[in-house]
């Protein structure tokens, strides 16, 4: 708790004594013998010890990224106190020694490659003492004894004095030498802010500690006080303000956000207004970050899951020190709880995200090992505890009695608060200090069942079904490739028996990660000419239609713009997700591409043993990509063997097919099938149907990922249709059969097949376009109808019928099932921004639009964009007034020049900043994410935005009316306008009383 405000551990030390001492709570009583655990072996050292194990003011560092043992290539990662200045790997060799020396700079390797013995020991004693002092000076608080305080500042003296001449940071990190400004001690750059918050945190606790005005034994001429404010505190914060002010650094995202922490907490303890105000007014600015980098769905806008969770931290941190600071500019403070979409990024974000009882991780993040058996909480003390945040700190009665009901879903018991561990430690210091009993009083209820649904402000799909044990369904992102994005849109996850089978590659470093885990053909998507996805800018895709009855659901997106380098046509995927019962479900993937001379679609699953239907063709002329197999030679540092003076950042040639090995090549143009199975006999099977002139590529992924690939290959300029059912089971799958059925009116986007199962066939049709169509199976007759139809069909009594723009469907000698209503499309009549509305003609509405989603569009805009229909009012004027489920504004910012028609923008677009991967470094290169979108300027003029201009940052508008703006302007930009197109897909679901 960063605070310039006394009395507020006046009420801290009363919280935690009652949770610890007066109620006994477990969870209270563990976290403290926990602190106490980690900080009383330190209170018998010496003082003179604790600074003596104190790197130099020169001393060198490493942050432990590629820091690997010289003999075996495993990284050195086991470090003790009882072996000062030493380190070793896995294996037990211990350096430096005699053969491996290290004078504090490093050991240099005959190949070049430096190993920071010395640096990595640095970095260890640095990081230990640092989160030492989170338990010192908690329990100065809680206890008042001095003995906790005095090791305390025992530690930030000692830092503070070697602080200012670390400025170099890891030299292990890429892009850092002792010749660079480049972070503080073993913190890179932003990750600066990281320790200086913790270092800000444990002053702000201790600094009623009497002894702190004495003279310091690291810095005679100064008090331990003005040491630590000076030489720590102020010099963090000038380095984290001055980062995040120079003229090319703009970002929002989680870094940007790590620097205004520092500077902030920096600026309220050292009382440095301009810190203060640069983090609340800056460019770049925890309120420009939450209007620009959270949507109104609460997901965080760089693509990975990590980063949005590791935002979640910073932001939050950034709240209550806000709450607590009184300057003159703030006597009360700010209170950010109040904010919409610092709401819903705490309050919604789990509930919303969440698919089998975990967050898909995409992106840079961790692989998936999660083992789901329904008993698992789905809410950890993280989520528990923001939203507890939300009702203590919010001023709204109303929003805090929805963060009551929250809790009460959440099942967050005190037993498992109790037996948590050390990733919730800062959600459990704040529980501790900072809520009181009747914080607690809220009433348990039933979490509700997760339905199916789409984030369309990220572009997330999720078909789930399914209670406790038996969650399942599907994840894919249709939505913009941004920061720490893998090259993957319409990338699919698949959640079923408990697992994630479908193997997200994760997040690594140097070429194992630029090389191989972010290229588009290491995931479960399609490539084309051998290429990754995004080498030119795109703005992402769009949702089609998606459509639920509570049991069947369906999404289709379309995504040409990310082959764009390779003149892609049509980039289509859809998925189903059919329940069959409550236990079991099988799924439909459909991917339609065109453009190209080669289309590969990707597929691999979780599993120990392969097994398949293939056959097996010759070898000999197997594709030049084969011959590499860099996935068996990757290093322990994720470097490539033979390739350690490339740079951290290289990208190996070849979008990851280098990565394979083990390649051989079987017969596509049959129907077949594969299956991964899993040490616990649990199966996933894909079953293709055939396609002529296919050819099949089976291989083995890398290593570090140990199973097997199946690409499926056509060539030539015809569109390709992959036409898959995926299914599991353990003995026996869900699925009996696959079995194409030939339609009356034959489309290379059009497919029709039966599948069988123990209780029902299903018939399912898919078109591409829609309309109309035929075909006969077993000598009877069926009509059908629309872009998806399934009619599930029971003996031979059709039972259901679920179609998205299906007029009717059924089969002879059998009343029809028709759809009562059909899509809707018109055009937008007007907006109305403050009330989330718009306005069309009553009459292209078919049936009441509430509850149904709406898409808009627009020949010059780069995608779709789509909404929830939460209201509809028929006007005097034969118009309808629209409410749509959230805001439509996509962008805030303030005008900092106008010249003719060019808007300069002090705030970055963050949208409209593509990530790609040049040949030694990250590349920015601006999209169309904004054009055409609607401009508002501060007097309410509207215009309309031409182009983001320029190289990075992506801030310049080009504008068709700059007249309307004014320097100091505030400005706005809408996702939808008078004029637009729009549509709203038909989704029927009809049963009969069988």
């Known amino acids: 708790m960063i605070t310039n405000e006394n009395s507020v551990f006046v009420r801290m030390k009363a919280n935690a004594r009652s949770h610890i001492f007066e109620r006994g709570n477990e969870w209270a009583v563990r976290l403290y013998e926990r602190m106490k655990a980690a900080a009383d072996p330190w209170l018998a050292k010496p003082n003179a010890d604790i600074r003596a194990l104190l790197p130099g003011p020169r001393a060198s560092y490493a942050y432990g990224l590629g820091v690997i043992c010289p003999i075996d290539r495993t990284p050195l990662d086991v470090i003790m106190w009882d072996r000062p200045g030493h380190v070793a790997c896995r294996h037990g060799h211990m350096f430096p020694n005699e053969q491996f020396p290290d004078p504090g700079t490093g050991y240099l390797s005959e190949e070049g490659t430096p190993h920071y013995f010395a640096a990595r020991w640095n970095g260890f004693v640095i990081t230990e003492l640092t989160r030492l002092l989170k338990p010192l000076a908690c329990l100065y608080v809680i206890t008042e ?8 500042a025992v530690i930030l003296d ?49 600094r009623t500690y009497a002894r702190l005005d004495e003279p310091s034994p690291a810095r005679p001429d100064m008090t331990m ?60 600015s925890i309120r420009n970050m939450l209007a620009n980098a959270v949507d109104y769905d609460g997901n965080y806008y760089e693509t990975s899951l990590m980063y949005s969770l590791h935002t979640q931290s910073i932001y939050v941190q950034f709240a209550e020190m806000l709450y607590h600071l009184r300057d003159s500019r703030h006597p ?40 789901w058996t329904g008993t698992e909480p789905m809410f950890n003390t993280n989520d528990f505890t923001y939203v507890m945040m939300m009702s203590v700190r919010t001023k709204d009665e109303t929003f805090r009695q929805y963060c009551r009901k929250l809790l009460g879903e959440m099942g967050v ?112 998507a399609a490539t084309v000419n051998e290429a990754s996805q995004l080498r030119l800018p795109a703005a992402g895709g769009s949702l089609d239609f998606f459509g639920t009855d509570g049991v069947i659901s369906c999404a289709q997106a379309s995504d040409p713009s990310a082959y764009r380098s390779e003149n892609v046509l049509l980039y289509t995927r859809f998925l189903a997700h059919i329940p069959v019962d409550e236990e079991r479900s099988y ?55 033979g390739k350690a003076h490339e740079p951290f950042y290289w990208m190996p040639p070849g979008g990851g097919y280098r990565f394979f090995g083990n390649v051989s090549e079987a017969d596509g143009t049959k129907d077949w099938h594969a299956v991964w199975e899993d040490d616990r006999g649990r199966k996933l099977r894909l079953q293709m149907l055939g396609a002529d002139n296919r050819k099949l590529f089976l291989a083995d992924g890398p290593d570090q990922m140990g199973v097997k690939y199946v690409l499926a290959r056509d060539e030539g300029q015809s569109v390709s249709q992959y036409a898959a059912v995926i299914d599991t089971g353990r003995t026996d799958f869900t699925v009996i059969r696959v079995k194409r059925i030939a339609l009356r009116q034959p489309s290379p986007t059009a497919v029709c097949f039966r599948v069988d199962t123990e209780s029902r066939v299903d018939y399912i049709y898919y078109s591409l376009e829609g ?43 059998h009343p029809p099932f028709r ?61 309808t007034e629209l409410v749509l489920d959230k805001p439509m504004l996509l962008a805030a910012g303030k005008v900092a020049s106008v010249r003719r028609n060019i808007v300069y923008n002090e705030v970055e677009l963050s949208h409209a900043s593509n990530v790609a991967m040049g040949s030694i470094a990250p590349v920015k290169m601006p999209n169309d994410y904004f054009d055409s979108k609607a401009i508002v300027a501060g007097s309410g003029g509207c215009s309309e935005i031409v182009s983001v201009r320029g190289d990075y940052p992506f801030h310049i508008l080009e504008v068709a009316d700059g007249s309307l703006f004014r320097e100091r302007d505030d400005l706005r930009i809408y996702d939808v306008k008078a004029g637009d197109r729009f549509r709203i897909p038909a989704v029927s679901s009809v049963e009969t009383a069988h």
Not at 145 to 152: F, R
Not at 180 to 203: D, F, M, V
Not at 465 to 494: A, C, P, V, W
């Open 771 to 813: 309309g109309d169509n035929s075909f006969v199976d077993e000598g009877r007759t069926f009509v059908v109808s629309g872009q998806f139809s399934c009619l599930q069909v029971i003996g031979s009594t059709p039972v259901k019928w679920f179609a998205v723009n299906g007029s009717e469907a059924g089969v002879a000698d």
């Open 819 to 879: 759809a009562e209503r059909h899509e809707s499309r018109g055009e937008v009549a007007s907006t109305d921004y403050g009330k989330c509305s718009v306005t069309v003609d009553s009459t292209a509405l078919s049936g009441d639009p509430v509850g149904r989603r709406i898409h808009f569009s627009n020949p010059r805009y780069s995608h779709e964009s789509c909404y929830t229909v939460v209201g509809a009012v028929r006007t005097d004027d034969g118009l």
């Open 587 to 641: 799924y439909l993937d459909l991917f339609h591409v065109e453009g190209g001379q080669k289309r590969d679609y990707s597929f691999h699953a979780k599993g120990k043993t392969f097994t398949s239907s293939m056959e097996q063709t010759r070898t000999d002329r197997l594709p030049e990509w084969s011959r590499y197999e860099w996935g068996k030679q990757v290093d322990g540092d994720y470097r490539l063997k």
């Open 145 to 152: 004894e001095e003995a906790y305080a005095e090791k305390a």
């Open 413 to 524: 018991t005190a037993e498992q608060l109790a037996r948590d561990d050390k990733a919730a430690a800062e959600s459990m210091h704040w529980l501790l200090f900072h809520t009181e009993p009747n914080h607690y009083e809220f009433e348990p209820v039933r979490r509700p069942e997760l339905p199916s649904n789409v984030l369309t402000g990220k572009g997330l799909v999720f078909l789930r079904y399914g209670k406790g044990k038996h969650e399942r369904g599907l994840f894919m992102r249709y939505g913009s490739t941004l920061n720490h994005g893998h090259l993957d849109e319409l990338g699919l996850l698949i959640y079923d028996q408990g697992k994630e089978w479908s193997f997200d590659p994760g997040y690594y470093n140097t070429h194992y990660r630029f090389g191989w885990t972010m290229q588009t053909v290491a995931h479960l």
């Open 225 to 284: 006080r003005d040491n630590i404010l000076r030489n720590l505190l102020a010099n963090g914060g000038d380095y984290c303000y001055r980062e995040s002010r120079k003229d090319n650094y703009w970002p929002l995202h989680n870094g940007t956000a790590d620097y205004n922490m520092g500077a902030l907490a920096a600026g309220i303890l050292c009382d440095i207004p301009q810190y203060t105000e640069w983090a609340l007014e800056g460019r770049s």
């Open 158 to 206: 000692g830092i503070a004095a070697i602080y200012p001449h670390a400025i170099h940071g890891p030299l292990d990190y890429p892009g850092l030498s002792m010749d660079h400004e480049g972070g503080r001690l073993e913190r890179p750059y932003y990750q600066t802010a990281r320790h200086l918050k913790l270092y800000a945190e444990a002053y702000s606790f201790i």
């Open 332 to 371: 009360e403070g700010i209170n950010l709880y109040d904010d919409p979409k610092f709401r819903a990024f705490y309050t919604e974000f789990k509930k919303k995200n969440s698919i089998a009882g975990r967050l898909p991780q995409y992106g840079d993040t961790s692989i998936d090992n999660m083992e």
